[in-house]
């Protein structure tokens, strides 16, 4: 099965609300790193995260290590956060990518 | 600062044509480096990897090569396409304990 699973899978939200995206992981990761796919296809990093916690403006997330998930929080929905939301965590040489989450935030 | 740029950003190829992709860093000594493939509305799946120059990992078998001639220049390529090569190719670098920074991408498209 897929070694990295994200939920949900789609999402729409008003503008102005908050969710949270999911990934549960089946690796030893040792870091896990959030981006945001663009319409042109370009992966903007969001998050690089050692176990812990980081916040960075509207976003917030968190790796838990020991029961292998990532979160990420997004607070306040804006327009332009819309796009496809990949969770990739890390062992070894590799960077295994989650299906997606693809987020559409209206107005 | 560390930049990272691929050529070309889009092609478009005939079945049995030949293929090269590339992917230079600019601003970092001995980086990793990736070549990752997107299909259409699909994952990111990684085909290779490379930490040093003229050494190059391979981690799924597409029907595509690799190669890194210089520290900072890495190559994809094959002599034949396919229908399936058909997507959005990333080249990626990083060094120890940093995150993966992609490149913009090349979209390809088979026909």
């Known amino acids: 099965g897929d070694k990295v699973k994200q939920s949900p899978s789609a999402l729409s939200l008003q503008e102005g609300t908050n969710s949270a995206l999911r990934c549960n992981f089946s690796?030893?990761?040792?870091?896990v790193q959030w981006f945001l796919q663009n319409p042109r296809g370009s992966l903007i990093n969001l998050f690089y995260l050692v176990p812990g916690t980081k916040e960075n403006g509207r976003l917030k997330s968190t790796f838990n290590s020991k029961e292998s998930y990532s979160t990420l929080h997004i607070r306040d929905a804006q327009l332009e956060d819309s796009g496809t939301y990949f969770c990739a965590p890390s062992g070894s040489w590799q960077l295994i990518f989650g299906s997606g989450t693809q987020l559409t935030v209206m107005p | 600062a560390q930049t990272i740029h691929q050529w070309p950003v889009a092609e478009i190829k005939a079945v049995g044509s030949p293929l090269s992709l590339g992917c230079t860093i600019k601003?970092?000594?001995?980086?990793?480096l990736y070549w990752y493939w997107q299909a259409t509305g699909g994952t990111l799946q990684q085909l290779f990897y490379s930490i040093t120059v003229g050494q190059v990992e391979s981690v799924v078998q597409l029907n595509l090569s690799a190669s890194r001639p210089k520290d900072d220049q890495f190559i994809l390529s094959t002599e034949k396409l396919l229908l399936s090569h058909s997507g959005f190719y990333l080249c990626?670098?990083?060094?120890?304990?940093?995150?993966?920074?992609f490149g913009s991408g090349t979209r390809l498209l088979v026909i």
């Open positions: 990626a670098w990083r060094t120890a304990n940093s995150d993966y920074t």
């Open positions: 690796i030893a990761a040792t870091t």
């Open positions: 601003g970092k000594s001995s980086p990793n």
